[in-house]
């Protein structure tokens, strides 16, 4: 690597900030440079605009279905057509009488057919719910699916095909609920086509609709992961959008330099995928191209294929798919000068990316144009748009958040000997939908949402530099001595040091007198065993040759420990996936700790009592 690091050129809008300090420890963060308040106030206007100004350029594109189940050719829309869907498919759902009272849920992946359905919802004035298609592909019980539509009531379903969605929907949708389906028919079942909601005619009354709507308006619910109680419904409205939309060009002045082209695969039932891409590329007039491609062994190669022919400007992802790109970015010059050609940033986020990952994503990158691509990072969630806070230089380690973007503000409370931030500003939730005692315990007496986040300075004698993160207040723990663990700092350590087998490790030992850790491998870990592709996980976890290796991994660890609080004392990895029926796994793979430790605790007991086989311990332990 370079002495020097050259980096392409990116600007960066917020590097200074100011503080000011309140009782009790507590302090006030705030970028220098204001919110610019000329932003859109509904993203119907920015629908509306683009469609005028250029209604011929491409704002989504898919990959055609073919019937062997492989893809084709792109199917694209472009922003005079999707104005055209939304105008059709809104006045549908007028004629519905539906509202935020009985509001539409989607049943479906990414797709062209989802994206319209949501521009038909937003320019009609009636929220809809993107749904986990886990809670109804994956999940065996239903039971999220369940609380989702009890909670939202809705008047319409869509779901994206009767075949794969079928089930679930007699199993969770009350039969005076119309049901309207992308593809297929349901046995038993009145059912309505999305071609009959796009062929309607629109009248005056959806454009007066859209006209009544206004930042106030809700537009979607978003759920949170639920990790420790029944995942509660997020508010979000135009104006949080709009608004949030205008603080990531202030931060992240490249977004409106050119129009953004994304290949995208993250889902949007979550924030990133759905508020954060989806609204960049609407927001600023820009092409995104979905992906139907995930970053793991089976769909990595589709995502592969889409980057070796669009080139995006700014390419978002979750840390395992940068390490999979990385690792295929060494052999293949194709995938290397497309990706590299004309991206200004990448940008990850849901969980933390190990440095070995970054290095080599580095190297690759200094070898092949001779410099380096800014790895953009910070730190948000669902409650704030999702975007809060960003970087300040391309000079990033893991773990750096760096400052608020414009009008947000920052509160640092000392809690539990940690600093949890919290925030406050126009792109923050009002809170969660039907559940006033969940939003009252959300927000301090000032008005502040409650992260559970915790941070610490990059520099104490530099605020300029911003924040990195300090793990989750509600993670941390104590050892039966009595001494705080910071799981976040610590699980960061230990993804690193086994990197790349690794994907994460829920970090053990609550009221026991040492840590330990219980790791979820990745697909590489099949490599390493060497045993045929088929062999059960299990026999791979515990080849000779992976225990050796995580026999080095530990004795590593523990040589690189200061005290009991990071010391891995015993180290276990596990060969079931993580349930994401009870919450240890979220759709974009990230694992919950918290609710790993819940639904495993017997395991963790045996764990710590040396009662499950294939644990292990540093050798110096032994001796």
């Not at 969940?438 to 300029?464: K, M, N, P, R, S």
């Not at 924040?467 to 941390?476: M, Q, S, T, V």
């Not at 045993?531 to 080849?543: F, H, I, Q, W």
Request: net charge neutral; hydrophobic share 40%.
């Amino acid at each position: 690597m370079s002495a020097t690091p050259r980096y392409r050129p990116m600007r960066f809008g917020v590097t200074r900030a100011l503080l000011r300090e309140g009782q009790g420890g507590t302090s006030y963060l705030r970028a220098e440079v204001p919110l610019d308040t000329t932003h859109a106030r509904r993203m119907t206007d920015r629908l509306v605009h683009w469609a005028e100004t250029k209604p011929s350029h491409v704002f989504m594109a898919r990959r055609e279905r073919l019937a062997d189940g492989r893809t084709g050719d792109w199917r694209q829309v472009t922003y005079r057509e999707a104005l055209d869907a939304a105008r059709r498919i809104g006045q549908a759902l007028l004629d519905r009488g539906l509202s935020a009272e009985r509001p539409v849920a989607i049943l479906s992946e990414n797709s062209i057919e989802h994206a319209l359905l949501a521009l038909g919802c937003l320019y009609a004035g009636i929220p809809h719910c993107p749904v986990s298609p886990a809670y109804s592909t994956i999940s065996q019980d239903y039971d999220k699916l369940r609380h989702v539509l009890a909670t939202l009531t809705p008047g319409l379903v869509f779901a994206a095909d009767a075949a794969r969605y079928g089930k679930a929907i007699a199993a969770t949708v009350p039969a005076d609920v119309e049901v309207v389906l992308g593809e297929g028919s349901l046995e038993g079942r009145k059912t309505t086509s999305f071609a009959e909601l796009l062929a309607t005619a629109p009248t005056q009354a959806v454009d007066a609709a859209m006209q009544a709507t206004g930042p106030d308006t809700i537009t979607k619910f978003l759920f949170t992961s639920g990790s420790t109680k029944a995942p509660k419904a997020v508010i979000n409205t135009h104006g949080m959008w709009c608004a949030n939309q205008m603080q990531m060009m202030q931060s992240m002045p490249l977004l409106g330099e050119t129009s953004p082209v994304l290949v995208d695969w993250l889902p949007w039932n979550h924030t990133f995928g759905g508020n954060h891409n989806v609204g960049l590329v609407l927001y600023h007039g820009g092409t995104l191209y979905i992906d139907d491609g995930k970053p793991t062994a089976a769909g990595m190669a589709e995502t592969l294929r889409n980057l070796r022919e669009i080139a995006p400007t700014a390419y978002f992802n979750v840390p395992t798919g940068f390490e999979a790109i990385a690792n295929a970015m060494k052999a293949d010059p194709v995938l290397r000068e497309k990706l590299l050609s004309r991206v200004g940033m990448f940008f990850y986020a849901g969980a933390a990316l190990a440095q070995p990952v970054w290095d080599l994503l580095h190297e690759v990158q200094e070898a092949h144009c001779g410099e380096r691509i800014v790895m953009g990072t910070g730190l948000g969630m669902t409650e704030s748009s999702p975007f809060a806070i960003f970087i300040t230089s391309p000079e990033v380690k893991s773990g750096y958040l760096g400052l608020p973007t414009p009008g947000v503000e920052l509160k640092l409370v000392p809690v539990d000997g940690k600093i949890e931030v919290r925030y406050k500003g126009p792109n923050i939730t009002r809170g969660y939908w039907r559940s006033p005692e969940a939003t009252q315990e959300a927000f301090d007496d000032e008005g502040y949402f409650c992260t559970g986040d915790a941070v610490l300075w990059i520099d104490d004698a530099d605020i300029h530099k911003g924040l990195k993160f300090d793990g989750r207040i509600a993670e941390d723990f104590k050892l039966a001595t009595g001494t705080f663990v910071s799981v976040g700092p610590l699980r960061a350590k230990i993804i690193a040091a086994g990197a790349p087998h690794v994907q994460d490790a829920v970090v053990t030992g609550l009221n026991r007198n040492e840590v330990g850790a219980l790791l979820y491998p990745t697909p590489a870990l099949r490599e390493l065993a060497g045993l045929p592709a088929g062999a059960a996980m299990k026999d791979v976890v515990e080849s000779a040759k992976v225990q050796a290796h995580f026999q080095q991994v530990v004795n590593t660890l523990a040589k690189q420990a200061t005290g009991s609080a990071n010391r891995v004392a015993r180290l276990h990895l596990l060969h079931e996936p993580a349930s994401i029926d009870k919450g240890e796994v979220t759709d974009k793979g990230s694992i919950n700790q918290r609710a790993v430790l819940k639904h495993r605790d017997a395991l963790v007991q045996a764990f710590h009592d040396g009662q499950l086989p294939f644990t292990l311990t540093p050798q110096k332990d032994k001796q």
